[in-house]
């Protein structure tokens, strides 16, 4: 083998011989591994890629709107009036049966008289004497995350919608010495849970084998959970639900929707911190 003298640059006839003895051995040793370890997963061809199309904008001369057209009610805040905040601000012990009562007394065309869409969730809270989440009370168990990046708990809570099979969602933060709601939703369930400072709820689609998935994410601007995706999703084959949810465009926050099947227990991420 031509060998370069010590001190020299090596010729063009060893640096060509270099690279081949080097090219040898890491096919030897890539050999070696294969049969070692048998397929380590080689690359392998997936096929055609299909050609990237960029989006087509439409009717480029309409002019830009500078204003909804229709008041959704993207930011749902307000105030709950009768339940008291500790000096502390320690939400967790505000009751959350309390803040239940106090929906249900600031809205009595929902729950109060016999022609009251939810007249069985008033009569029900009779039954809240040993807290939420027990027998028949219509206060299910109420969940505690910081959402809001204070470093302070908030509540997420949810409450039965009778009769009927729908669940009212509520977040609730301390804002000063007030108790802040900053996010609603009323529907039926398929499932809920917390994700870092989001709230995602999922519920049953009139679509077979789809489901519908919103999140609601706190915004340090505005000061509240915005419904920050809307999205309808494919689960697999699945019967027509006898009463389906209302599909997004028709879902108003806020506002109480038609009773709709719900499964006996909403999910809730285990993470959470429960009551």
């Known amino acids: ?47 055609s890629t299909p050609t990237a199309v960029g989006p087509a904008r439409l009717w480029p001369e309409l002019t830009p709107a500078s204003s909804p057209a229709f008041e959704i009610g993207e930011v749902n ?10 000096a502390d601000g320690d939400i967790r012990r505000v009751d959350p049966v309390g803040i239940v009562r106090a929906e249900i007394d600031a809205n009595p065309g929902d729950y109060a ?22 027998g028949r009370c219509p206060v299910l ?36 010495d007030r108790l ?10 398929s499932g809920v849970e917390l994700a870092g400072r989001s709230l995602v709820i999922r519920s049953p689609s009139e679509v077979a084998g789809y489901e519908y998935r919103l999140q609601w994410t706190w915004d340090r601007d ?18 027509h639900s006898r009463h389906p949810s209302a599909p997004p465009s028709a879902r108003s926050s806020g506002s109480p929707s038609a009773p709709s ?15």
Request: hydrophobic share 30%.
């Open 261 to 275: 099947p719900i499964p006996s227990s909403p999910s809730v991420s285990p993470s959470a911190s429960g009551g």
């Open 113 to 134: 008289g016999d022609k009251a869409p939810y007249r069985e969730t008033d009569r029900r809270m009779a039954d809240c004497a040993e807290g939420p989440g027990h």
């Open 1 to 47: 083998m031509p060998r370069s003298r010590p001190g020299s640059r090596p010729g063009p006839s060893e640096r060509r011989f270099g690279r081949v003895v080097r090219r040898v051995v890491a096919g030897v040793l890539v050999l070696a591994a294969a049969v070692g370890c048998g397929d380590a997963g080689g690359l392998e061809g997936a096929g």
């Open 141 to 176: 168990r109420p969940y505690y995350r910081d959402l809001t990046g204070d470093g302070r708990e908030d509540l997420t809570l949810g409450f039965r919608l009778l009769p009927g099979q729908t669940t009212a969602v509520r977040v609730y933060t301390v804002d000063k």
């Open 222 to 239: 505005q000061r509240a959970m915005l419904l920050t995706h809307d999205e309808m999703l494919r689960t697999g084959p699945r019967g």
């Open 180 to 189: 802040m709601q900053v996010m609603a939703w009323e529907d039926a369930l």
């Open 77 to 86: 805040t307000e105030p709950v009036r009768g339940v008291d905040v500790p």
